[in-house]
């Protein structure tokens, strides 16, 4: 018995401090911080659907220049920044930066060199959307 209690005061005395040791703010303040990042990327991963601008929407292809893991998940889901080379009708290329959250299954689709079928409106890049489904 007096094994254990020597045992559980040791592990006290440890626990003590490491709270001590413990800086709750640079903790709240790094939790926060990731917080803001995951809101920015699932912003930008989002293309808003205004009727206005799905009116003017042209389908293209596009040829995958670049393609970024970053650092976060999102759920299950890889958040990727892709560059992208659109071939607009008429043969016109327009670069084009796009953060997607892709399942693990799709992310061999978005390895440099792959062709992705993608809709916009023609001069504005940041309209890009994938199109999985076609």
Partial sequence: MAFLLSDLATLTRRANAAVDRM???ASLAAAQQSLEQATRVMAASVVAHDP????????ASASVVGARQLPMMLGMNAVVELDLVVLLPGGIPMPASRTEQLAPLHLARVAPGSQLEVSLVPGRPETVRLEWAA
Avoid at 52 to 59: D, F, G, K, N, S
């Fill in 23 to 25: 800086d709750v703010g």
């Fill in 52 to 59: 206005a601008i799905e009116a003017e929407r042209v389908r």
